[in-house]
């Protein structure tokens, strides 16, 4: 299961950003129920902007240079693949170099505990690109 959850600046209105975390919980506390991890239940989350984060370690997946202060924010890919499968060496990434880049993609876990850390720690910031989040979902 794959959480793609907007944290755009939108978000920090009457109390959105609560609203999503609260129901995000609420999820995890459907689908585990009261285990802190189910076998067979792996459940991921896709913070998102208009960028996400995959993380600086990345950096096989990007065109044009790695930055020396890059976050790890990666920007949607261009010419339609944004809304393509395309694998990642048909059409690598654009690093975001500056601006809002949300907290780094929780990977499939079984941990509930950690989804839920994750979750606490969103905050809202920056525009708002649907494509790049949906992708990465």
């Known amino acids: 299961l794959a959480l793609v959850l907007d944290v755009t600046g939108s978000m920090s209105s009457s109390n959105k950003i609560g609203s999503l975390k609260s129901a995000a919980k609420d999820l995890l506390?459907?689908?585990?129920?009261?285990?802190?991890?189910?076998?067979?239940?792996?459940v991921g989350i896709v913070p998102f902007t208009q960028t996400v984060n995959v993380g600086s370690s990345r950096t096989g997946w990007l065109t044009g240079g790695v930055p020396s202060n890059w976050s790890g924010c990666v920007e949607m890919r261009s010419n339609g693949l944004d809304t393509s499968d395309k694998s990642i060496s048909a059409a690598r990434f654009v690093a975001l170099k500056s601006g809002a880049c949300p907290p780094g993609i929780t990977p499939l876990t079984s941990s509930k505990q950690k989804l839920i850390s994750a979750i606490d720690k969103l905050t809202p910031d920056g525009g708002t690109n649907v494509n790049v989040g949906a992708v990465w979902g």
């Open 29 to 42: 506390q459907i689908v585990f129920g009261g285990e802190n991890s189910v076998e067979h239940l792996h």
